[in-house]
Structures are given as C-alpha cells and as structure tokens.
C-alpha cells in the first residue's frame, strides 16, 4: 500500500486534519447555538458551555492549520476528561459506555499535537515550524 498511497500521505493527514477538525467544530456549535440538532443549547457559563467554546475554537484552528499542535493538545485533554467524567463511570469499555467518540477524539488529536499542522494549513503558510513527510526524511527526523 506504501506504494499506492505512500506519495499521498501529506495530503491526506492534511484532509483527516481539516475534516477531524470541521466536524468538532460542529459538536461545539451543537453546543452553543443548537445548529446541528434541535436547536437546545447550554449555559455558556457551564462545563459544557466551555467544552463547546474548546470545540468550536479548538476544532477550527485544527482544520485551518493555524496553532495546530498547541489547539490539539487541548483538544485532546478536552476529550480525555469527557471521557472519564462522562463515560468511564458507566463502565470502562468505550463501546458499551458510550465513550468511543470522546476516546477516539482523544487519541487523534494527540496524534495530531504531536505531528503539526502539515500542508495546507496557516502554520505552513507562516513557515511557523511545520515539518512536512519530505522534511523528516530528508533530515531522518
């Protein structure tokens, strides 16, 4: 498979980037505006309105590249309290306690603090640090 999609693979951790990050945002405009859903939203001053505010903020930084791995990593600890106050005290396995998303989330955005934004993103366009593929193997990083 290197082969088929070995070439590809900054543009494609630059779509799982800007998806993963599009579709959080949206968990936090569920949460503050009620858009998509029912139209119910939280007290802004609550856990769940700053969860939202991480979310929305957070979840668009992601997906346009800008702070990448400072907004991930925050992101990523979001995720990881959801899940243990949330989830984990209904059981520990993801899948019967509903945690999947918050751990799967967590996992990813962990992921991607630790890679940085890559191509097609404001830090890249900055020249903000990023290391793209060719760079680490040009510097066997």
């Not at 900054?10 to 990050?21: D, K, T």
């Not at 599009?22 to 009620?34: C, D, P, S």
């Not at 900055?126 to 793209?132: L, W």
Request: net charge neutral; charged share 10%.
């Amino acid at each position: 498979m290197e082969r088929v999609l070995g070439s590809y693979s900054p543009h494609i951790y630059a779509l799982l980037r800007i998806v993963a990050g599009l579709m959080f945002a949206m968990h936090g405009t569920q949460k503050l505006f009620g858009w998509p859903g029912d139209g119910n939203t939280v007290d802004i001053a609550s856990m769940m309105g700053v969860a939202g505010i991480i979310e929305l903020v957070g979840g668009l930084m992601i997906a346009f590249g800008f702070l990448t791995s400072i907004a991930a990593f925050i992101c990523s600890g979001e995720m990881a309290v959801a899940f243990f106050m949330a989830h984990f005290p209904q059981g520990p396995i993801p899948l019967l306690n509903q945690g999947e998303l918050a751990a799967l989330y967590c996992f990813l955005f962990l992921y991607i603090a630790a890679r940085g934004s890559g191509i097609w993103s404001i830090d890249a366009a900055m020249n903000r640090g990023t290391v793209t593929d060719a760079d680490a193997r040009r510097h066997r990083i």
